[in-house]
Structure formats: structure tokens, C-alpha cells
T-cell receptor, first 115, second 110 residues
Framework: EAGVVQSPRYKIIEKKQPVAFWCNPISGHNTLYWYLQNLGQGPELLIR????????DSQLPKDRFSAERLKGVDSTLKIQPAELGDSAVYLC?????????????FGPGTRLTVL | KQEVTQIPAALSVPEGENLVLNCSFTDSAIYNLQWFRQDPGKGLTSLLLIQSSQREQTSGRLNASLDKSSGRSTLYIAASQPGDSATYLC?????????FGPGTRLSVLP
């Protein structure tokens, strides 16, 4: 079974530039999460999808961040414009069942560096 | 605010030792608690999941316990090996989303 796929693995951009991350969850997983992880800290939720619906985006900085999950499968997270403080690892995870705290399966992450 | 803390932040032990990692949470109204492992530059891998009604879970050399009343969980690793070197994170599920601790960075020296 293929795991959660993320691309790119690394991205270096200058501040004020746009950037996008892509995630393909495990086949059949309806729930998809985007997390931000700073060095030495645990992941922090940005947005959670149930199928194509964003059911929790309360922690997503909507002035510069946006996300979509068309057709309820793969998802894209975008930052525009990027700021220095956005440098972090962006993790995508998926799980099979919603609302029961099912095991999450994580992708390898995208390490973003904003110069 | 729901917070999860982990002690120690880092731990270094010689190969073969048994060790305990600690996780504390402020809100005891949990659904479940999970322990994850994270290798450098990689995502998280789930190790054990304990439901709120359970006291412990075991997988191989790993044993996780849960004490909801005191807001604590421990991960016990028996006979540690260099391959166990990684960061271990606990995550508490409160019915909507997971709250992660900062992790304990473990180094097992050969």
C-alpha cells in the first residue's frame, strides 16, 4: 500500500513569493490533515478535510494561506505571499475514519525555507 | 487551553537499557492518546494507540500506559537499540483534533 505522498520535499523561496505544496493521501482515506511543524516542536493543525469539505480551518491564517481538496482526494496548500516566519516543515496526514481519532498516516513533509 | 508536554526533551542512553518517556496533558477529557516516532527529515509513524478506556497497549518492545486521572502517559522501551534513536511524540485526541507534544529526542549509543 502506497503511503502519503508529498511534493516537493524541499522548497526555498524569497519572502513575498507564492508557494504551493501538494499531498496525495492513502487511497480510500477520507480525512486529510495539513500540519505545520517548527523545529523542536510537535505538529500544529492548519486544516482538516472530511472528503472535500474543510471541517476545521480555525488555525489557518486565511490572509495568506489557502487550501483545497478537489474531488476529495489530493490536496494543495498555498501561501501567498510567504513571510520569513513561514519557514517550517509542512506535513500532510490522512486517516480512514472521521471523528474517532483513528491512526493518522503522515507523509515525509515539505521543508520550506523563506529567505 | 489543551496542552501536551513531554519530559525529558532529550535523552541519551547506552544500548540495552530500558527507558521511560513521559507525556503529560492538561485536559483529561481525552478520546485516545497516540505515540509516534519521527526520524530526522521524515514524517511521523504511529507506534501505539491507547483508547481512553484502556490502561495500556503493547507492541513488541514497546509498552504505553495511560492514566487519565493524573493526565499522564508513559512509553516504556525495553532493551533499547541504536535503531530506536529518533524523536518520540505523544498526541492526545480530544474528539476534534490531535494536540501534539514537543517530543523527546532519544539517542541510543552502541
Amino acid at each position: 500500500e502506497a503511503g502519503v505522498v508529498q511534493s516537493p520535499r524541499y522548497k526555498i523561496i524569497e519572502k513575498k513569493q507564492p508557494v504551493a505544496f501538494w499531498c496525495n493521501p492513502i487511497s480510500g482515506h477520507n480525512t486529510l490533515y495539513w500540519y505545520l511543524q517548527n523545529l523542536g516542536q510537535g505538529p500544529e493543525l492548519l486544516i482538516r478535510y472530511e472528503n472535500e469539505e474543510a471541517v476545521d480551518d480555525s488555525q489557518l491564517p486565511k490572509d495568506r494561506f489557502s487550501a483545497e481538496r478537489l474531488k476529495g482526494v489530493d490536496s494543495t496548500l498555498k501561501i501567498q505571499p510567504a513571510e520569513l516566519g513561514d519557514s517550517a516543515v509542512y506535513l500532510c496526514a490522512s486517516s480512514s475514519q472521521a471523528g474517532v481519532g483513528d491512526t493518522q498516516y503522515f507523509g515525509p513533509g515539505t521543508r520550506l525555507t523563506v529567505l | 487551553k489543551q496542552e501536551v508536554t513531554q519530559i525529558p526533551a532529550a535523552l541519551s542512553v547506552p544500548e540495552g537499557e530500558n527507558l521511560v518517556l513521559n507525556c503529560s496533558f492538561t485536559d483529561s477529557a481525552i478520546y485516545n492518546l497516540q505515540w509516534f516516532r519521527q526520524d530526522p527529515g521524515k514524517g511521523l509513524t504511529s507506534l501505539l494507540l491507547i483508547q481512553s478506556s484502556q490502561r495500556e497497549q503493547t507492541s513488541g518492545r514497546l509498552n504505553a500506559s495511560l492514566d487519565k486521572s493524573s493526565g499522564r502517559s508513559t512509553l516504556y522501551i525495553a532493551a533499547s537499540q541504536p535503531g530506536d534513536s529518533a524523536t518520540y511524540l505523544c498526541a492526545v485526541y480530544y474528539g476534534q483534533n490531535f494536540v501534539f507534544g514537543p517530543g523527546t529526542r532519544l539517542s541510543v549509543l552502541p
